[in-house]
């Protein structure tokens, strides 16, 4: 199993970044599919969540501002973020979970700076 993340990048605050997240090695359409980040010196936290049936669900802190979204003929999950505030720095992780099995991608990193 491989999930790939990439997108990240140096961006200033307001700006806007997407993520991507390619996935192999698992039948990716029966898999929810969430977005995490690790601010520096902090605990991983989960950003968003799209499920099987595309439902989502977002943190407080990034709704209206960030869009999961899944392509299940491309075995992609794309995180759109909008209005970067200093605080969305991160190294970012896609992960794929299913029957508490979870598989994690290596991380890329998002730095808000001006």
């Known amino acids: 199993v491989q999930l790939q993340a990439s997108g990240g990048g140096l961006v200033q605050p307001g700006g806007s970044l997407r993520l991507s997240c390619a996935a192999s090695g698992i039948t990716f359409r029966i898999y929810a599919m969430s977005w995490y980040r690790q601010p520096p010196g902090k605990q991983r936290e989960l950003v968003a969540t799209v499920g099987s049936l595309s439902s989502t669900d977002y943190a407080d802190s990034v709704k209206g501002r960030f869009t999961i979204s899944r392509d299940n003929a491309e075995n992609t999950v794309d995180l759109q973020m909008t209005n970067l505030k200093l605080e969305d720095t991160a190294v970012y992780y896609c992960?794929?979970?299913?029957?508490?099995?979870?598989?994690w991608g290596k991380g890329t990193l998002v730095t808000v700076s001006s």
């Open positions: 992960k794929a979970a299913r029957a508490g099995v979870n598989y």
